[in-house]
């Protein structure tokens, strides 16, 4: 059975950081590309991050670009997100997910496995 467990979230004033932890389990994770998506309020589900299987191909979302860091940590099959300087507008739910196919940046929707959703809370 597939699991992945987020954690990590929570509430800080803008320019503050946090780290997302996404452990997985049920599914061949070095094999996989991870990465990370969000939705603000009132807002459809978008890109943020992510890399292929080796790590060898990372993308990140513009809007985030300089600021978040994607890594993964094979031997615990977990994968991060580092937020520095976050800004009100980060302020979403973030989800985990993973693919084995290929890294989406457009069609977030299909990626193979998710998360359950972590809120950010940034004030200003």
């Known amino acids: 059975q597939v699991h992945l467990v987020q954690s990590g979230g929570g509430s800080v004033q803008a320019g503050g950081s946090l780290t997302l932890s996404c452990e997985t389990s049920?599914?061949?994770?070095?094999?996989?590309?991870m990465g990370w998506l969000r939705q603000a309020p009132g807002k459809g589900r978008e890109f943020v991050a992510a890399?292929?299987?080796?790590?060898?191909?990372?993308f990140y979302a513009d809007s985030v670009k300089d600021r978040f860091t994607i890594s993964r940590d094979n031997a615990k099959n977990t994968v991060y997100l580092q937020m520095n300087d976050l800004k009100p507008e980060d302020t979403a739910v973030y989800y985990c997910?993973?693919?084995?196919?290929?890294?989406?940046?457009?069609?977030?929707?299909?990626?193979?496995?998710w998360g359950q959703g972590t809120q950010v809370t940034v004030s200003s």
């Open positions: 049920g599914f061949p994770f070095s094999s996989y590309a």
């Open positions: 997910v993973a693919d084995s196919r290929s890294i989406k940046t457009e069609a977030v929707h299909e990626y193979d496995y």
């Open positions: 890399f292929n299987w080796n790590g060898a191909s990372t």
